[in-house]
């Protein structure tokens, strides 16, 4: 057998800047520019896997809605402190049941029960599962070292990098004594800081975050998870988020960046250089290592034949 490579196509650049999706659409740029001519230019959509019971987006999407209400109610730290233990068991409960029956309401939208999916025996757990996480959660926020009060969540907001104009979604921002905000994503598995680093953010949700406004000083998930103990993974000085937010800025980057600001530009400069790829109508198959792990689009891109392209003895021998 002999494979034959042939000349790639001439891009196809956008005509005029568009609306095309978040954070998601910087993301699989970094990730591969196929990906993201796949995703945003022609609109295809990831295959979803069948699922028994609730799905981890799923119940990602409980505790989202659960943790606004929640923190709709709460506001600060000092309403925080001064929450009874019996008040505050309330107030989870009301509101896990709350966004477990908003996330039923948008399943049913789109036609299907998730709750008659689950069975009731899962139902009732997973409602259970979410109180003590959220629980667990809310003595994690009691342990922050900084005062702070909860200024916006889950608005929409535009932002426009190279022409290309992106709607984000902060889950919520917290503001200090000091004026100096933190942004907040919630997570039930959060990857590592590292991963906002680079050249190619593999993460770059928070970092595009973090250029909405210059009083945005740091940067963490909050993650939630039914098997490990609750936490932030952040990036930023003197947040009071964790025991390791005392180091500078240069050692939590490992010398990338001294400064805040210093960071914010980097950040500036790599996210423009991969709107400019994608609105250029970039779409190579150069997938970054791990890009290809959980893709579904390797039919379509054909990442595995181009790799017997480039090395014809892959293929072995036919006898």
């Keep these: 057998m002999q494979v034959e490579p042939t000349p790639e196509d001439p891009s196809l650049p956008l005509e005029t800047p568009e609306t095309a999706g978040g954070s998601s659409l910087i993301r699989d740029q970094a990730a591969c520019p196929f990906r993201a001519f796949a995703r945003h230019r022609l609109n295809l959509p990831s295959l979803q896997p069948t699922v028994i019971g609730i799905s981890a987006s799923e119940r990602g999407a409980i505790l989202h809605e659960a943790l606004f209400r929640l923190w709709r109610r709460i506001e600060s730290s000092d309403k925080l402190s001064a929450l009874l233990s019996a008040d505050e068991q309330d107030l989870v409960e009301a509101a896990v049941s709350d966004a477990m029956q908003h996330t039923e309401s948008a399943c049913e939208a789109r036609g299907y029960s998730l709750r008659e999916r689950a069975g009731s025996a899962c139902w009732q757990l997973e409602q259970q599962v979410c109180v003590d996480l959220l629980r667990q959660w809310l003595?994690?926020?009691?342990?922050?070292?900084?005062?702070?009060?909860?200024?916006?969540?889950?608005?929409?907001?535009?932002?426009?990098?190279?022409?290309?104009?992106?709607?984000?979604?902060?889950?919520?921002?917290?503001?200090?004594?000091?004026?100096?905000?933190?942004?907040?994503?919630?997570?039930?598995?959060?990857?590592?800081?590292?991963?906002?680093?680079?050249?190619?953010?593999?993460e770059p949700q928070l970092p595009l975050y973090s250029l909405l406004d210059s009083s945005i000083q740091g940067i963490a998930y909050a993650e939630l998870s039914a098997t490990d103990p609750v936490k932030f993974v952040a990036l930023g000085e003197d947040?009071?988020?964790?025991?390791?937010?005392?180091?500078?800025?240069?050692?939590?980057?490992?010398?990338?960046?001294?400064?805040?600001?210093?960071?914010?530009?980097?950040?500036?400069?790599?996210?423009?250089?991969?709107?400019?790829?994608?609105?250029?109508?970039?779409?190579?198959?150069?997938?970054?290592?791990?890009?290809?792990?959980?893709?579904?689009?390797?039919?379509?891109?054909?990442?595995?034949?181009?790799?017997?392209?480039?090395?014809?003895e892959a293929l072995g021998d036919p006898t």
């Design 239 to 312: 947040l009071g988020l964790l025991t390791g937010d005392g180091k500078s800025l240069e050692q939590q980057t490992r010398g990338i960046a001294a400064t805040w600001p210093e960071l914010v530009a980097q950040w500036e400069a790599s996210l423009q250089r991969l709107a400019v790829e994608f609105m250029a109508g970039a779409a190579t198959v150069t997938p970054q290592p791990g890009a290809c792990d959980y893709c579904d689009l390797a039919s379509l891109c054909r990442i595995n034949e181009l790799s017997i392209s480039a090395d014809p």
């Design 139 to 202: 003595r994690r926020e009691r342990e922050r070292s900084a005062s702070f009060r909860v200024v916006e969540m889950e608005q929409n907001q535009t932002l426009r990098v190279e022409g290309l104009s992106l709607t984000l979604r902060p889950d919520r921002i917290d503001e200090f004594e000091d004026g100096r905000r933190a942004v907040i994503d919630y997570k039930t598995r959060a990857p590592s800081r590292t991963r906002w680093l680079g050249e190619r953010p593999q």
